[in-house]
């Protein structure tokens, strides 16, 4: 489903599954299609995964997409953990 923004325009899709990143990379390579015409495909991830304080927050999290998180989050070459 469409968000707002440039998903709403169509130019921006979010790719969740193996299917649809299949169906997008079909998409960039169909050369009779010019280039500024597709949609960029984008996955959602998180940086500094401490939201996800249980794992039902990552089920939800999921749900509306999400499909990478990193553990930790950095600064100028510094770990933190809030």
Not at 8 to 13: D, I, P, R, T, W
Request: proline share 4%.
């Amino acid at each position: 489903m469409p968000g707002t923004g440039a998903e709403a325009l169509g130019e921006m899709v979010q790719i969740v599954n193996l299917q649809q990143l299949d169906a997008h990379l079909q998409l960039w390579n169909d050369e009779t299609m010019a280039d500024d015409k597709k949609p960029i495909g984008y996955i959602l991830s998180l940086e500094g995964a401490d939201s996800l304080v249980d794992i039902a927050y990552l089920h939800k999290a999921y749900a509306y997409g999400l499909r990478a998180a990193g553990p930790a989050h950095f600064d100028r070459g510094v770990m933190h953990r809030y």
